[in-house]
């Protein structure tokens, strides 16, 4: 039986980035993946380019049933220790907007990055595990090409999100076989789908985009909002996915910081012929703000005509949209699996079970899941070199 001294099952960012950090003389290090290349969610990130961290990654920008579990790890590898890695590698990078850091070139220079860091190490693709178990001494982990026998095992096997790449919930089938508990998975940084009721406005302006606020729980986000055939998109919207469960509503501003009535009013005392479409064309995208008014019955109304119900009604519906979606796009095109390893059975400075010496678990099925924004990929550096440096 071949004899290594830590397992590492997964290669994408965190199994790729914990055998970097394993490594020194003498330790045998060994990463298996069944997927044919290693770092494939790596390659489609960011639109290619990898938004690798996130300038101002702290604890709050997380969710976890223990919103403090992630703070040891990340204080301890910060956003500034990967921009050093990647400066030494020659890697040229930019900030696109609120901390988020991308490649100026491909994505795969990360991934090319992380194997030049852990070449000490022996990548095994093509490799998928059958089974695993504990002798008493150590684990024994059987693949196609035979029992591989290792005292520290890391399960680094991501979320379930997007299964054509790769994506199975091996982590969390492995985390129940030696007893450590799992908070509730579901897709997230996913667009919404809704019923047929509000696809009538959505569908005919899919493609329209237009800055919005949401507030839902913990959560409160301003950004792009991007109406589709299927529902709502964008960046607000991938975000507040992560907070929102079935059957919730969600309040949505379509014009953060302008009050709609009083601008109306103020208007209709000001120009009261205007038709109220294009006024309201002023504040929102001028297709957006016609299919509100259509909706709403004022697509030819003029404003002087209109009384204060009215024009309060119409700034609810622009201030304070209220949508129930009927669901998400799911694992399909999820960018992440909110949930997973549930955060009371780690070690938050090793990430090492607490009940089960030398099994480890980092990166995304842990649950520990960024905002958008580079944050989850700092995770997976924090939370594998935490593990790999484990004594
Ligand atoms: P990851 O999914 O990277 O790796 C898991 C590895 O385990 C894979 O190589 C897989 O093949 C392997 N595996 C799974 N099951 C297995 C099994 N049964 N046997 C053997 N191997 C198995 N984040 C961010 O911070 N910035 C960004 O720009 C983006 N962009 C982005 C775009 C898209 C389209 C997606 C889907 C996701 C992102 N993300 C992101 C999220 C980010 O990609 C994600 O959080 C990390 O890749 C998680 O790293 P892990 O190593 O934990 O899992």
Redesign the pocket.
């Given at each position: 039986m071949e004899q290594v001294d830590l397992l590492i099952?997964?290669?994408?960012?965190?199994?790729?980035?914990c055998a970097g950090s394993a490594l020194r003389p003498g330790r045998r290090v060994m990463v298996?993946?069944?997927?044919a290349q290693?770092?494939?969610?790596?390659r489609?990130?960011?639109?290619g380019?990898?938004?690798?961290?996130?300038l101002a990654t702290a604890a709050d920008r997380f969710l976890s049933r223990n919103p403090r579990f992630a703070a040891s790890a990340l204080a301890r590898f910060t956003a500034a220790d990967f921009v050093r890695l990647v400066d030494r590698a020659g890697i040229a990078w930019h900030e696109k907007t609120q901390g988020q850091l991308?490649c100026d070139g491909k994505?795969t220079q990360i991934t090319r990055m992380l194997l030049d860091r852990m070449s000490g190490a022996d990548l095994r693709m093509r490799?998928?595990?059958r089974s695993v178990r504990h002798d008493g001494t150590g684990f024994v982990v059987e693949t196609a090409g035979g029992a591989i026998r290792t005292a520290r095992l890391v399960v680094?096997?991501?979320?379930k999100?997007?299964p054509k790449?790769?994506?199975?919930?091996?982590?969390y089938d492995l985390g129940a076989q030696f007893g450590l508990r799992l908070v509730d998975t579901r897709a997230g940084?996913v667009p919404l789908t809704f019923a047929e009721q509000e696809l009538a406005l959505c569908r005919p302006l899919a493609g329209v985009s237009v800055e919005a606020e949401i507030r839902h729980k913990d959560g409160r986000f301003r950004d792009a909002l991007l109406f589709t055939h299927r529902g709502l998109s964008g960046p607000v919207i991938l975000q507040i996915s992560s907070f929102w469960n079935p059957g919730e509503t969600l309040q949505i501003d379509l014009a953060p910081g302008r009050d709609i009535a009083t601008d109306l009013k103020a208007e209709r005392t000001r120009a009261g012929r205007a038709g109220i479409a294009s006024v309201l064309g002023n504040a929102l995208p001028a297709r957006l703000a016609a299919a509100i008014c259509e909706e709403m019955g004022l697509a030819q109304a003029r404003l002087a005509d209109q009384p204060n119900a009215r024009l309060d009604a119409l700034g609810a519906r622009v201030n304070r949209w209220q949508v129930r979606p009927v669901g998400t796009e799911g694992y399909r095109?999820?960018?992440?699996t909110v949930g997973g390893i549930d955060t009371r059975d780690l070690d938050a400075r090793t990430m090492q079970a607490r009940k089960v010496p030398g099994l480890f678990f980092?990166?995304?099925?842990v649950d520990v899941t960024?905002w958008?924004?580079?944050?989850?990929?700092?995770?997976?550096w924090a939370s594998?070199d935490a593990a790999g440096r484990a004594d």
């Open positions: 099952l997964g290669a994408g960012a965190a199994g790729l980035f298996l993946d069944h997927a290693p770092g494939e969610k790596i489609i990130s960011g639109g380019r990898c938004n690798f961290t996130n991308f994505a490799s998928a595990p680094a096997t991501g979320g999100s997007i790449i790769g994506a199975t919930g091996i982590a940084l095109t999820a960018e992440v980092i990166g995304e099925c960024g958008l924004g580079g944050y989850n990929f700092q995770w997976a594998a």
